[in-house]
């Protein structure tokens, strides 16, 4: 009969028992929160998206992004300059993250060039026709 309904001797006995458990994993999981915490702020320098960074910017250079994209150009070397005097103040979380958009702006800057540099030539290609055409009239109108 008498355990269908434990004393309070009995319960309190079952709690003391597991309360020190409750307090040893509540302190190894903020342990492990703690530790992840200061993982997380020590992000490697971007030494790598800085180096592609510069190589985007040359590769827009030469591709015309002076003459057809001076706005994303300037934009770029902004960015590097800027992610440059992160990385040497240590902030490394910054100077990736802007190492990344001066890239993505020298990208965007390189691809303006090249497409205006192709419509360029089309509308070359297009007067060369017009003219052709013009030519090929006159001679068979005369």
Known sequence: MGRENPTANETGGV??????????????VMLFVFIL????????????????????????ESSGAFEFAPVELKSAREK????????DKEENLKAKRLAEEAMIDANLAEAKARSA???KVVEELKESIRILREEMNRKTGS
């Open 15 to 28: 709690e003391m028992n597991m309360k020190p458990w409750r307090i040893h994993k509540a302190c190894l």
């Open 80 to 87: 590097l300059s800027q992610a440059k005097l992160a990385l």
């Open 37 to 60: 915490a200061g993982c997380a702020d020590k992000v490697l320098p971007p030494t790598k998206q800085i180096t592609l960074a510069t190589q985007s910017i040359t590769q827009a």
């Open 117 to 119: 540099k192709s419509q």
